[in-house]
């Protein structure tokens, strides 16, 4: 099984700020690493596909870089609508993963 | 725009079948895998398996002896059964498309309990 380990576990940010979450890989997944951001009480949402291909309509402060064990999630300019926490999931060998979540807090 | 619409019983006894559909309104089951995702309380993700239009389905070993899919193509439908459920079942359960899944049903809250 590919074990997703993400950090921070939690990170409290001020708007404005820039944000990054990393996402490690157990083992090498190429590119079929993706992200979303799920808010209280709602079902997830796809921010970026294959480690850097953004989802339509997502906002342009949402990026994703990497391959092989390692990815970034990079939020330019935190706004409080951002508030959430974040997964990245492989779909690169079975079972797919997610990583532990990210809970992003605006101070 | 696709949608997709889950449905099936929120409460469970031990030992029971849990059993939900997954409705995919506005598009075709065919061409992608469909996946089923829970998400216990104040936890995080957890892949179940999926499914494609030909019936083609991957487990997660996890739950493997206990999980079934099926596809319906004729309704546009796909399904889960989870047997002899415990209160470690208890969660929301999504369905979604693809592999970077782009489409989410809303969730249904399984609660097993006697």
């Known amino acids: 099984e590919i074990v997703l380990t993400q950090s921070p576990d939690f990170q409290s940010v001020t708007p404005k700020e820039k944000v990054t979450i990393t996402c490690r890989a157990s083992?090498?997944?190429?590119?079929?690493l993706h992200w979303y951001q799920q808010k209280p009480d709602q079902s997830p949402k796809l921010l970026i596909r294959?480690?850097?291909q953004s989802f339509s309509g997502v906002p342009s402060r949402f990026s994703g870089s990497g391959s092989g064990t390692d990815f970034t999630l990079t939020i330019n300019s935190l706004e409080t609508e951002d508030a959430a926490t974040y997964y990245c999931?492989?779909?690169?060998?079975?079972?797919?993963?997610f990583g532990q979540g990210t809970k992003v807090e605006i101070k | 725009q696709v949608q997709l619409q889950q449905w099936g019983a929120g409460l469970l006894k031990p030992s029971e079948t849990l059993s939900l559909t997954c409705a995919v309104d506005?598009?075709?089951?065919?061409?992608?895998?469909w996946s089923w995702i829970r998400q216990p309380p104040g936890k995080g993700l957890e892949w179940i398996g999926e499914?494609?239009?030909?019936?083609?389905?991957n487990f997660n070993p996890s739950l493997k002896s206990r999980v079934s899919m099926s596809v319906d193509t004729s309704k546009n439908q796909f399904s889960l059964k989870l047997t002899s459920v415990t209160a470690a079942d208890t969660a929301v359960y999504y369905c979604?498309?693809?592999?970077?899944?782009?489409?989410w049903g809303k969730g249904t809250t399984v609660t097993v309990s006697s």
């Open positions: 979604a498309r693809g592999f970077g899944m782009d489409v």
């Open positions: 506005g598009g075709s089951v065919s061409g992608y895998y």
């Open positions: 499914i494609n239009h030909t019936g083609s389905t």
């Open positions: 083992q090498s997944i190429g590119s079929s």
């Open positions: 294959y480690a850097s």
């Open positions: 999931h492989q779909s690169s060998g079975l079972p797919r993963t």
